[in-house]
């Protein structure tokens, strides 16, 4: 049998990109924080020389040499960027229904690497929740960080936390296509005739699902049905099986 | 704002159903084990003449009236029963190519309320681990329980592991249609004229993917290739995405 990645890995070059802030970035050069330089010096064992990625979070991918390592910093030689790697050609922003917190992120662990660029938790009638507090963002935002890197993509999603679904759906901007998850529709999203190229919303229910007043307010700011089947789905499954089946259905 | 589910939903009828096992079961009656008897009264604090629901794993669910408590057994008078409530006209079978255990966990308890009916958990070339033993799979089968009941199916799928990907194709016996996991392919699945009744077989690599005389033993069996998109998945998000794609469009 095979190795295991795991054991063999350390000895190649990473295959996950390391995080870089973008004011670290030169035209040429980059530098890495303490805690990522330590991960390539430490973890695997990189010396000056060895080949890396780096990732901004604003849609670049840095190919990079190591350079040399300082104090704890290493810095890198860029030796080619991408643009827009492993991003789809178009926006998902989802809307969901504050669940608990161990869903919250297991959504945003999952939909990260599914290419959602916005998560709104809103506050909705059955959240019986406060909008989620700034602390408690920070901590979303390093799961979606992590999974940016794990996954390769190269844009950090938005994630934020609307008191309301109306304030929501008013903060969402234009989309070219709007769903909701609702038993009521079809089961397919047909893709349009010519391609998405901006904006996909999507919308999904608090556990106990959105009230009536809500998805009347999906329904007038043209959120169209889509049914996911006829088992009950809790908020953080259906999150990523409307934004599967939509990118999918869309690409 | 509303109270949460979770704090009214007490004093009213339970809205999850109970589990149930087949050989509990009359033509009129039923019994809960003592886990579940104890569930139903002390947590939902039913008194008898209370409605429930009861599941039993084979495809029937009861709706039900607490006839009685004794010694810590309820029983419940059955008044009617659905048959194959909650499950979708086709079955959908996975091949999963072993992950760590997290996330053979998170597979079962979000693929279950999707409508899997089967799950093997093959030995890969690059999973690097021997077959699920048996008191792992006894806890998967826990998981799958309480996903069935949470998600309102009856059919509790069969959990299993292979000792490899061509003994778990050769065991996986008549599929209408049969998918891989591979960006090679196209993005979409596109609904056969007639819908689908029988199986659709769904393949989806460990961490690290299949290798090549792997992905030639599933192109030789009839797996076409379906692209999840421009950025690299986990295992777990991976077969969760082409689950909940299959589902739908082939709905």
């Known amino acids: 049998m095979a190795a295991s990645g795991g054991t063999t890995r350390d000895a190649r070059r990473p295959d996950t990109p390391f995080w870089v802030d973008p004011e670290a970035v030169s035209d040429d050069r980059l530098l890495l924080d303490p805690d990522e330089s330590r991960h390539l010096i430490r973890v695997h064992r990189a010396a000056v020389g060895v080949e890396f990625d780096a990732v901004d979070g604003l849609g670049h991918l840095y190919h990079c040499v190591l350079d040399s390592v300082e104090r704890g ?36 662990e999952h939909a990260v690497p599914l290419g959602v660029t916005m998560i709104d938790f809103a506050v909705c009638a059955r959240s ?34 609307s008191p309301s679904l109306e304030a929501a759906v008013a903060a969402l901007g234009a989309a070219e296509m709007r769903f909701v998850a609702d ?46 089947g006829p088992s009950r789905l809790t908020t953080e499954t259906a999150a990523l099986a409307l934004t599967a089946l939509a990118r999918n259905s869309l690409l």
Chains 1, 2 share one sequence.
Do not use: M, Y
């Not at 810095?75 to 827009?84: L, Q």
């Not at 979303?140 to 938005?158: F, G, V």
């Open 73 to 108: 910093v290493a810095t890198g030689r860029i030796e080619s960027r991408d643009v827009n790697s492993g991003e789809l050609p178009f926006e998902i922003r989802l809307l969901i229904g504050i669940p608990d917190l161990g869903p919250v992120e297991t959504v945003v």
């Open 128 to 161: 019986g929740r406060e909008p989620l507090a700034a602390n408690r963002l920070d901590r979303l935002h390093r799961i979606a960080r992590a999974s940016l890197k794990q996954s390769r993509r190269t844009r950090l999603p938005e994630l934020k936390s």
């Open 183 to 228: 038993a009521g529709g079809p089961p397919r999203i047909e893709p349009p005739p010519s391609r998405i190229q901006s904006v996909v919303a999507l919308a999904v229910g608090p556990p106990g699902g959105f009230i009536d007043w809500e998805l009347g307010v999906l329904r007038g700011a043209e959120f169209r049905p889509i049914s996911l």
